[in-house]
Every structure is written in C-alpha cells, then in structure tokens.
T-cell receptor, first 115, second 112 residues
C-alpha cells in the first residue's frame, strides 16, 4: 500500500507560468514533508520541506502548501524556468515517531518546462 | 560541510556475480545511513537503514545485504545478482531520524 502518492506521472508547463505538483498521503503519523528534485543519472537534491505545524513554507520561487485535513501537499514553482525540468519526488516521515527508517517517497512527477 | 560519496557511478554485472557498492560520508559523525533503489515506475524504495556501526535494518526481503563496518561507511552487497536487481541505487544520510536526507550521486546497476 503506497503511503505517499503522486498521481501525475508527468506535467508539462510553459516557461514563466506556475507549476503545481501535487502529493497525497495516507499515514496520519507523518508530520514532516519534503520535496526533492532529481535529474537523470543523479541523486535527488533536497528542495524544500514543511513541518505539520505549518501550512505554508516559501523559499524563493518554491512554495509548499500543506493541507493536513485533506492529507495533501503541493509544490508551487513560480515562475517556471527551463532548469526546473526534472522529476520531483514528494517524501514524508514520522519524525517525531522515534523510528529511524528514513523517508517514504512517492513515485515522482516528471515536470517538463516548455519554452 | 558534509559530503557523501558513492561509487561506482555505473556498473554492468553478469547474473550470478557478486556485488559491492560503497558509500562514505564526510563532515559528520554518527549519521543515519540509507540505501534506496529507484526502479522504473516505482519511485524511491528504501532497502536498508542504519543508525550505528553494525546496526542494519532491512525494509524489504531481497537478494541484497548491507553492512556498516565504520561510522561513516555503508556497503551494499549481494552474493549472486539477479536480473531483477538492476536499477539505480542511492545512498543517503541524515543527521537525525526522519529529517532531511542527503543523497549521493547514485549507481546505475545493470545485470545482464
């Protein structure tokens, strides 16, 4: 059973517009959420995170929104740039749960920025 | 600053051959260490994690094993590779449980 779901395998957005990547989770113990960006043949790089005590976190062009009641988070990229073309992974953890078993990842969304 | 090294970057191995992938972390002590695998259409799957020397936990039953002989060294091994072991293997570390994990560059393993 997949606890972190990214239902859109791919997303195409025009350069300069807003990219919105979505992520849903099922485990109510998750209290820390992250977004990673991955280029082909490279390891994922950390983008932005949000704790469950917040509903929004912003870092430059990247904003993550968390809706705990809906168990949903989204990553907004404004404005989208060609270098943003990559696979984006949503991840979650029960950081306060005491376990050390890493992050649970979604399957990823391939974002394609068109000129 | 902390860095993570993973090698080799690519590897082609015949079925039935052994495997050893190595990962080292610099600039931190007593990190949590992880091995993930990215398979087509399956995202990032956690294979093993370690909270200390000699302490290994496995998330999924498989043909692989992991060892942590030193504080900042994590090794992924197999005695006999299967075709299904092909994939992109990623080592990662984090300072504490459930926090941001930082990834190595990955190893593309192809079993032929």
């Amino acid at each position: 059973d997949q606890q972190v779901k990214q239902n859109s395998p791919s997303l195409s957005v025009q350069e300069g517009r807003i990219s919105i990547l979505n992520c849903d989770y099922t485990n109510s113990m998750f209290d820390y959420f992250l977004w990673y960006k991955k280029y082909p043949a490279e390891g994922p790089t950390f983008l932005i995170s949000i704790s469950s005590i917040k509903d929004k976190n912003e870092d430059g062009r990247f904003t993550v929104f968390l809706n705990k009641s809906a168990k949903h988070l989204s990553l907004h990229i404004v404005p989208s740039q060609p270098g943003d073309s990559a696979v984006y992974f949503c991840a979650a953890s029960a950081a306060s749960g005491g376990g050390a078993d890493g992050l649970t990842f979604g399957k990823g969304t391939h974002l394609i920025i068109q000129p | 600053s902390q860095t993570i090294h993973q090698w080799p970057a690519t590897l082609v191995q015949p079925v039935g051959s052994p495997l050893s992938l190595e990962c080292t972390v610099e600039g931190t002590s007593n990190p949590n260490l992880y091995w993930y695998r990215q398979a087509a259409g399956r995202g990032l799957q956690l294979l093993f994690y370690s909270v200390g020397i000699g302490q290994i936990s496995s998330e999924v039953p498989q043909n692989l094993s992991a060892s942590r002989p030193q504080d900042r060294q994590f090794i992924l091994s197999s005695k006999k590779l299967l075709l299904s072991d092909s994939g992109f293997y990623l080592c990662a570390w984090s300072a504490r449980t459930g926090e941001v994990a930082f990834f190595g560059q990955g190893t593309r393993l192809t079993v032929v």
